[in-house]
């Protein structure tokens, strides 16, 4: 036999052992607990009530009572002094609702639209916006700086759609030709 199946061999035969000793001593003591319940359940005696009957009428009348003082002082003994009579301020009620706020300003596109351009083999048109010295070339439906959506190009405007607030806006081709 081999070290491995002996080591194996005594620790299953002292697992066994112990199985066995809590065996024993679990259905040994069963009976003795048993008996003492029984004993319990043998010896008891119901309480005497007069009438078991549950009384509805005085649940109901209990449960409608309400508490009432007198205004008297158990800690003086007298009666407290009259309390002033509350003025409440009369207040003017407006049933016409506040107008609501105006709508937000539309978003700004911090580029400029400076043109526009089609492909021969492509539909659709390009933009060409810049931030002075990149320039984002756009079609219809991409999204710039990662912020804005680009709706429509036109030969004089450029609709968009800012991502995170669905709001839209317009921005007008620039004009250069003054420029040097």
């Known amino acids: 036999m081999t070290k491995k199946v ?3 061999s005594g620790a299953l035969s002292v697992l066994l052992l112990i199985a066995a000793v809590i065996w024993f ?24 009530v007069e009438n078991p009957h549950v009384h509805w009428e005085r649940v109901v009348e ?16 007298g ?4 309390a002033a009579p509350v003025q409440v301020p009369q207040v003017e009620v407006n049933d016409t ?5 105006p709508p937000p ?12 351009g ?4 492509g539909p659709g048109r390009r933009a060409f916006l810049t931030d002075g010295d ?14 804005f959506r680009v709706i429509r190009i036109t030969h004089s405007s450029l609709e968009f759609e800012e991502l995170v607030t669905s709001r839209r806006g317009v921005t007008v081709l620039e004009d250069q030709r003054g420029a040097p």
């Open 134 to 147: 990149a320039v984002y070339i756009v079609a219809e439906g991409d999204t710039v700086l990662g912020r």
């Open 97 to 101: 609702p506040p107008p609501p706020p």
């Open 62 to 77: 209990a449960r409608q009572t309400e508490y009432q003082t007198v205004g008297r002082d158990i800690f003086t003994g």
């Open 25 to 48: 001593f679990y259905f040994r003591s069963a009976p003795a607990s048993g008996s003492s319940a029984l004993s319990v359940v043998a010896s008891y005696r119901a309480m005497a």
């Open 79 to 82: 009666l407290p002094p009259p």
């Open 105 to 116: 300003p539309p978003p700004h596109l911090p580029l400029k639209y400076f043109g526009y």
């Open 6 to 8: 002996k080591v194996e």
């Open 118 to 121: 089609a492909l021969e083999s």
